[in-house]
């Protein structure tokens, strides 16, 4: 792997995006930035978040990461992953053939990713949502949510 990865950071930036796909229908994170102490992602989304959606978003989080569910990988070839998963960020180099790397946060989030991760999501701590808001000048507009864990 070429970058560090926080391994509880990483795993709540996959419950995080599902939980954004789930409660609000926007995809996941176009670019973060994972840090041990406090992370960003941001999102193509045309608005901030209510203070409701915010509070549900982080409930939804921690609900998720206090369930324990396992975080599995798994290598599988690319005709068979781009079934499951959406691959527009894998470089076009990569043959049909090639393994693809899978991570699956129990039955919650499943999404092709190089980076390390917890074994259990009960591993992780609490989420935190410190601050959300639109970019400024953006278009499309970016919604970008800042997190911890604790």
């Known amino acids: 792997m070429s970058k560090d990865y926080d391994p509880q950071m ?10 954004m796909v789930r409660l609000l229908g926007c995809g996941r994170c176009f670019s ?5 102490g406090k992370s960003k992602c941001d999102y193509h989304f045309a608005r901030d978040l209510t203070p409701e959606e915010a ?4 409930k939804q989080v921690n609900k998720i990461l206090a369930q ?4 599995r990988e798994e290598m599988i070839p690319r005709r068979q992953a781009e079934k499951l998963v959406n691959l527009s960020k894998l470089p076009a180099s990569v043959g049909p053939d090639e393994p693809i790397r899978i991570v699956r946060v129990g039955d ?14 009960g591993q992780v701590g609490s989420f935190r949502l ?21």
Request: with cysteine.
């Open 108 to 121: 919650y989030d499943i999404c092709p990713c190089i980076g390390a991760h917890v074994e259990r999501t």
């Open 55 to 58: 509070a549900g978003l982080e």
């Open 10 to 19: 990483h795993t709540a930036e996959h419950v995080l995006n599902q939980s």
């Open 32 to 36: 973060s930035h994972l840090n041990p």
């Open 68 to 71: 324990d569910l396992p975080v």
């Open 130 to 150: 410190v601050s959300h808001g639109l970019l400024e000048g953006q278009e499309p507009p970016v919604l970008r949510l800042r997190f911890r864990i604790e």
